[in-house]
């Protein structure tokens, strides 16, 4: 069936390194995707979102690569800080609308002091 | 700016009991949410408020029922809780539904365990 995952379910990176969080898709239609980042007992963050006609989006400290022919995004973060830390997830959104979007199960990150 | 609150942040129910979880946001957003989170899965949206006055199901609706009070006010009510609705529930808002782009902002989670 169609899903959103991820390959690795934990991450851990020494602070000040950069970190690059993976993530797959299986629906070719998807045209927009979003990174959020969720901190513990906190409701997710919006970090960064994609449209499937771009390969790349730059943010502060942050970096989307979506790479269509093999359905992968990619999340980087650079000079990681402690506050980095936390559980990211991408979104997916497979039709038209907020209401459509496909939440995958999330990488939890955690920077190493 | 309080953004999306909702409330209660942590509820204990018994099987069959009933609660209704609220929710307000400030940001005059026309489109609202509610979504479970449970471990091991993503976000699932439970209904969805386009816009004042009217709401509409989700992925996983069964079980639940909802109100969209006025602009600022979306509620979710659980008639007889079941043990199989525990779960983490995530208010959230939007300029509106039916477009991509605009972002979902988030209420902090209502912690709900049904016993």
């Known amino acids: 069936g169609e899903s959103v995952g991820l390959h690795l379910p934990t991450l851990s990176v020494q602070e000040g390194d950069n970190s690059i969080i993976n993530c797959a898709y299986s629906n070719s239609a998807s045209d927009y995707f979003i990174w959020y980042k969720q901190e513990s007992g906190k409701g997710p963050q919006f970090i960064i979102d994609?449209?499937?006609?771009?390969d790349k989006r730059q943010g502060q400290r942050v970096t989307v690569l979506l790479n269509k022919t093999v359905k992968h995004l990619s999340l980087q973060i650079a000079a990681t800080q402690p506050g980095d830390s936390a559980v990211y997830f991408c979104?997916?959104?497979?039709?038209?609308?907020?209401?459509?979007?496909?939440f995958g199960t999330g990488t939890r990150l955690t920077i190493i002091p | 700016n309080a953004g999306v609150t909702q409330t209660p942040k942590f509820q204990v129910l018994k099987t069959g009991q009933s609660m209704t979880l609220q929710c307000a946001q400030d940001m005059n957003h026309n489109s609202m949410y509610w979504y479970r989170q449970d471990p091991g899965m993503g976000l699932r949206l439970i209904y969805y408020s386009a816009s004042e006055g009217t709401t509409d199901k989700g992925e996983v609706p069964n079980g639940y029922n909802v109100s969209r009070l006025n602009k600022r006010e979306f509620s979710l009510r659980l008639e007889s809780a079941a043990p199989s609705q525990t779960s983490v529930y995530f208010c959230?808002?939007?300029?509106?539904?039916?477009?991509?782009?605009?972002?979902?902002?988030f209420g902090e989670g209502s912690w709900l365990t049904v016993v």
């Open positions: 979104a997916e959104n497979r039709g038209f609308g907020n209401e459509k979007l496909t």
């Open positions: 959230a808002s939007s300029e509106r539904v039916g477009t991509v782009g605009n972002t979902i902002y």
């Open positions: 994609i449209r499937s006609n771009m």
